[in-house]
C-alpha cells in the first residue's frame, strides 16, 4: 500500500529508508472464510483503533475521513484502506488508515514522490476508476515507500498478493490531483473478478467524492483559521497596548497554521520595550527564537521577498528535526523583526496556505507595528508641544516679572525727574536709577537675542584664532566693578597667558559674560567668585567657582532646559530669563568643546568649560 510524504519547498528531500517495509503485527492466515471472520476488525475499526492522522489533517477531517475508510472497508470487503493526500511539495502522504496500524512517523517516512507514484500509476492495469498494479509491475523504489502486509505472497493465479497495488486517484473539478483512496489485504485474500470490480467503482466513486469534499471543507476551515490570525493582527490597539494585540495575535496564528509555538522577534530600535512582550508559547521559557532567528539572514530574505522554511525530517543519525518557517516582518523601507513558528517533527511540512497566511500575518503585524510607532510618536510630539507651551509661558512669565521691575521703575523715576530740577543731588541720583533700569532691560534684551541666535539653524560661527585667556581677563575686568557693589571678592587664577582656540570672539565673550554674570548674581554679600584657567596640550579648561546658594540634584537635571527658572524666591528674585545656561551649552557646544556642573546647596557651585585647542 503506498503512502506518500516529503519535504518542504526549496529545501532537500530526506531520502527515503532504502527497501524499509512497515509491517503489521505479524498474522499469516489461512485462505479460509474463518479466517476472513477473524481478521475482519469491524469492531474495532468502528471504536478508532488503527486510525492514524498528522497535521495536514484537522480534528473536524480526522472524524469524517475515518467515517468514510470505515465504510469503505465493510464495503468493499478488503480489511485496509487509506487516505493518501498531495502536499505542496509535490509529495503524497498518507493521513488517515483503518486497519494497518501505521503510527505517525511510518506515515511520514513512508513519503512517496508524486512523479514516482504517477510512473507506478501510469504502468497499472484500468479497473476503470481504480489503479491497479500486480506484485511484478511496482519497483523496489516504489516499495521502499510502501506499507507491506505481512502476509504469505501469492502462489495461485487469483491469489492476492502483499505487494500488489489498488489506488484510486482522487481529482478535484479543474482535473488536479488531490489525493488518492487506496485499499489492501482483500477479506477473502483474492483478486477482485468483474462483478467486484464494478462494485469497487460504485464505492470508489461514492467515497472519493466525500474525501473531496472534506478536504475542501478543511481547507475552507484552514483559511478562516488563517483569516482570524490575521484579522488579529490587524486588530486597531487604541484600547489595548501593542503587547495585548501580539499576544492574541500570534495565538490565533498559532491555532491557524497547527504550529507548536510561535514567536516575534523585533529588530527595530525603536521596538526596543516590546522586545520583552512575549507571545503565548514564550510564557515562562527562554527566547527559544534567540537560537533560531538569524538578524542578518532574515534581512536577506526580507530584501528578496523571501521566507526560511524547513520541514520536519529525521536526521542521519535518526534524531528528529523540528521544522521551522521564519518569515520576515517588514515595511517597504525596512526590516522590523521576524515571525518564527515551530513545528515537531512528526508532523507535515508547511503548506503554501500556511506560508502564505503567515506572510500576510507579518503584514499585519508590520502595519500594526507602524501604526503603534506612529501613536507613540504623535504622543511624543503632544508631549513635546505640550512641554514647549509650558516653557513659554513660563518664559512669558518671566520676561513680564524681568521688565516688569526695571520699567515700572523707569517710569517712576521719569515721574520724578520733572520735580527734580532744581535738586541736582536728587536729579543725578534719578539719572543713576534710570541707568541701572535700563541696563536690567537691556540685559533681557541680550538674553532673548542671544537665545534666537544659538537656536538658528543656519547660524554658522565665525572660525578664526581667539586667546580665551585675553578674553577672560576683559571679562573679569569688566565685572569688577559690578563683584565690588554686591561685596563679592572676583579673582581669576591663569596658569597660562595664552590659549588659542578657534571660533567666533563675539560668542566665546557671550559665554564668559554670562558665567561670571551667573557666579556673582547668585553668590549672597560676602562671598566669593573665583575664575581659574588651566592649559594642557590639546585643551584649555575654564571653571568658575562660586560660595553662593548652590542647586539641589533634581534642579541641576533641569539647568539645561529651555527657559527654565528655580522656584526659590530668592532666584526669583533677581532678573533672568531661564536661558543663560542653555544658551552657554549651545555656544560651546558650536565650539567643540563640554559644559560640565557641579552644585550642592548652600555651599556653592562650580561650572567647567572644556575647549579644544589650536
Known sequence: MTTAAGSAEGSPRPSAPGGSRYRRPRRTPPRSATAVEVLQPFDAVRAGVAVSALALVDEHLRGEL??????????????????ARLRDDDH???IAEVGAGISPEQMEESAIPLDLW?????????WGLWKFSSAEDVSEEVLAHTWIADLPDATGEDDWDPRNELVCPIYDTEERLVASLLVDVPGDGKLPGAARRQHLNQVGALASRAILAAIEREETRQRLRLLHAVRAAAAPSDESSFGQVMYAATAALEAGVVADRVGVVWFASDLTVEQRTVTPTMVGRPRWTDAVVDRDQVVAWWSHDEVGRTPPRRRDDGSRQAGLLVVPIGTDRACLGALALERSAIRAPWTRAEVRGAREFAAELAHAAQQHLGRREEQQLVDELRETVEEHSRLAAGVRHDLGAPLGAIRNYLDLLTTAQDNPQLHQRILDALRVGTAEVQEVAQALHAFH??????????????DVVALLRETTELYTVRAENADLTLTLEATASEALVSGSATELRRVLSNLTSNAIKYTPSGGKVVIRVDRSEHQV?????????????PELERIWDDFWRSDDPWVRSRPGTGLGMVIVARLVADLGGQVEIASEPQVGTTVWVRLPML
Open 92 to 94: 503524497l502522504q498518507m
Open 453 to 466: 541666535r544659538a537656536e538658528e539653524a543656519g547660524d554658522v560661527l565665525d572660525d578664526v584664532p581667539v
Open 541 to 553: 579648561t575654564l571653571s568658575w567657582t562660586d560660595t553662593g546658594i548652590g542647586m539641589s540634584a
Open 118 to 126: 504517477l510512473a507506478c500509476v501510469g504502468q497499472s492495469g484500468d
Open 66 to 83: 475515518e467515517a468514510i475508510l470505515r465504510d469503505v472497508v465493510e464495503l468493499t470487503g478488503f480489511q485496509v484502506a487509506a487516505v
